[in-house]
Structure formats: C-alpha cells, structure tokens
C-alpha cells in the first residue's frame, strides 16, 4: 500500500506501531507521535519519498521513530524535538538538507553508507552502527551547533564525521573501531577523553597536526600519522605516544 500527502500530518497514536507501505510526499507533510505514549516507538518500514519531511514530537519523551526504509525525500528533513533513527540494510534520509532542531538522528545502519546531506541546526547525531561517510556539509555558521554524541556506542567506521565536536555523554566508554580507510580528526575538531580507539585492516588515523589526549588505543593493525596521542587508561599500565 501507498498512502500519499500534499500538505498533511501524519500521526502516530498508539503505541509501537509499524507501517509497511510506502509514503509519497507530494510537498510538505509532518509525522508525529506525540499522543502516543513515553518510550513507544514508530516504525516505518517503506520507503518516504518525495518533497519536505518534518519529525516532530513537541515534548520530551523516550519515543522515538525508526525508519528501515532505503528513502528518497528531495526537498529536506526537519527533526524537531524528536528522536529519529536510521536502521537497517542501507537506510537513508533522501538528498535534501537535514534540520535538527533539538532534536536527535541515531544510525544503528548495518552496512557502511553514504550521507550525502547537508546538516544545520541545533541538536545531535549519534554513531551506533557501521561506517557512515558525511559528504555533505555541516553548517557551522551562527547557532549551528550539532555534534555527534557517541553516547556509549561502538561504531565500526572508515570516516571521521566532519562535525566540530565528537563527545561521549554516557558515564561508560564509547570505542570507535576505524577498520580500514585514513580517518583524519582535523584540526579545528574535538574529541573526548572518555573515548576508545582501535585501529584495524591497516587504518590510518590522521591527528591533523594536533596532539590528542583519549581512554586508549588498540592498534591491532593500522598507524597513526601527523601528531600523538596519550593515553589515561593504557592497557599496560603506561602512557602510549603515538607518532
């Protein structure tokens, strides 16, 4: 089945429900949950294509939707105080800009994927799934402020995000696993300390010219070029430089 909107909202009210078909937006539609209940989560499992997308909650709940879906959208997404996640074989958001309006877009994707997208806003982007590589351009002008926040996850990537600040809010360790690829933390960019790196299939992970300070590293088989890093919670017991 195919349900189709031009200018409408589509709603989610009961709890843990899961589309199948697929969505067309003509132009400009919104999808809500917010009379569903805390921590119900809205599934989506065709493919949205069309215009303009916006997620929106309006309140600050555990719900969130998940789209498994390979979708098409041309005209941008808004994720407005809402939680979106990305899952799945392939899952995308289309090619127009994404808006994140305190609002939250996690990939749990299962392969590596392609971003193409351009991000603006204020909010945040979390990594709990195989490689994605941001090709699109993050806004960093004004109030723009969206980070990824690793929040505890393990990522398996060939790409460091491009976003300025890379944090880990969770009270536990996140690990970043680069298995191949040339990773490059620029300049410009902040990591946080509480944050695991391992190096594998011959990744190199490019410092950027800057020194940087992380939990540990675990080079099982890869480098690290262009500036050092310290380790606080060695494997041995010691500091590690890195060169």
């Not at 090709?135 to 990537?157: C, H, M, Q, W, Y």
């Not at 940087?212 to 690290?224: D, E, H, K």
């Amino acid at each position: 089945d195919r349900t189709e909107y031009g200018y409408g909202t589509l709603v989610f009210a009961a709890d843990n429900v899961t589309l199948t078909g697929a969505i067309d937006v003509e132009r400009y539609a919104r999808i809500t949950s917010r009379y569903a209940a805390a921590n119900a989560v809205s599934t989506i499992e065709g493919v949205i294509s069309g215009g303009h997308l916006q997620f929106f909650w309006g309140e600050s709940t555990g719900k969130k939707f998940v789209l498994k879906g390979h979708n098409t959208l041309t005209g941008g997404v808004e994720i407005v105080q809402a939680a979106v996640t990305l899952a799945g074989t392939n899952p995308a958001l289309g090619t127009g800009e994404i808006l994140i309006d305190q609002g939250v877009l996690r990939f749990e994707n299962e392969d590596d994927i392609v971003v193409p997208n351009d991000f603006r806003g204020i909010g945040t982007i979390q990594l709990a799934g195989k490689d994605v590589a941001f090709t699109g351009n993050p806004s960093l002008e004004g109030d723009n402020t969206v980070i990824v926040d690793l929040a505890g996850t393990a990522p398996v990537l060939k790409h460091f995000p491009p976003f300025a600040t890379i944090a880990n809010s969770a009270a536990k360790a996140a690990t970043i696993t680069f298995d191949g690829g040339t990773p490059t933390i620029g300049a410009d960019q902040t990591l946080a300390e509480n944050v695991n790196i391992v190096l594998k299939g011959g990744a190199v992970l490019d410092l950027g010219g800057v020194d940087r300070t992380i939990r540990r590293l675990t080079v099982v088989n890869g480098s690290v070029v262009n500036g050092t890093i310290t380790e606080t919670k060695p494997a041995q017991g010691a500091v590690l430089l890195v060169r």
